[in-house]
């Protein structure tokens, strides 16, 4: 049985910094992609960034583009998202996400086959 673990969440000021990790157990096939989505309170969970099993292709989406990093040790199954300068408009629930399919870079959560319970980020003005 698949399982996504996210650590890392927490409350931070603005202009600050988290890192956020996801650890994947129970695999039992390799090269998927991994993503990032994220839920703010009363708004549609929205993609955030992946990256393919190789970690050469990358995806954000545009609000996050220059200020979170994308990357995986695909070793450890473990996925992170590096996020500078916070806003309070990233305050949300990020979630990791797998895809099965190898190569795959989506944004689209339907194309995702496991998820993980998500973690807190809080920005505070």
């Known amino acids: 049985q698949v399982q996504l673990v996210e650590s890392g969440g927490g409350l931070v000021q603005a202009g600050g910094s988290l890192s956020l990790s996801c650890a994947a157990s129970?695999?039992?096939?390799?090269?998927?992609?991994m993503g990032w989505f994220r839920q703010a309170p009363g708004k549609e969970r929205e993609f955030v960034a992946a990256?393919?099993?190789?970690?050469?292709?990358?995806y954000y989406a545009d609000s996050v583009k220059g200020r979170f990093t994308i990357s995986r040790d695909s070793a450890k199954n473990t996925v992170y998202l590096q996020m500078i300068s916070l806003k309070p408009e990233d305050t949300a629930v990020y979630y990791c996400?797998?895809?099965?399919?190898?190569?795959?870079?989506?944004?689209?959560?339907?194309?995702?086959?496991?998820w993980g319970q998500g973690t807190q980020v809080t920005v505070s003005s």
């Open positions: 996400a797998l895809d099965k399919v190898i190569g795959h870079l989506s944004t689209f959560q339907v194309e995702y086959d496991y």
């Open positions: 129970g695999l039992t096939f390799s090269g998927y992609t």
């Open positions: 990256i393919t099993w190789s970690g050469r292709s990358t």
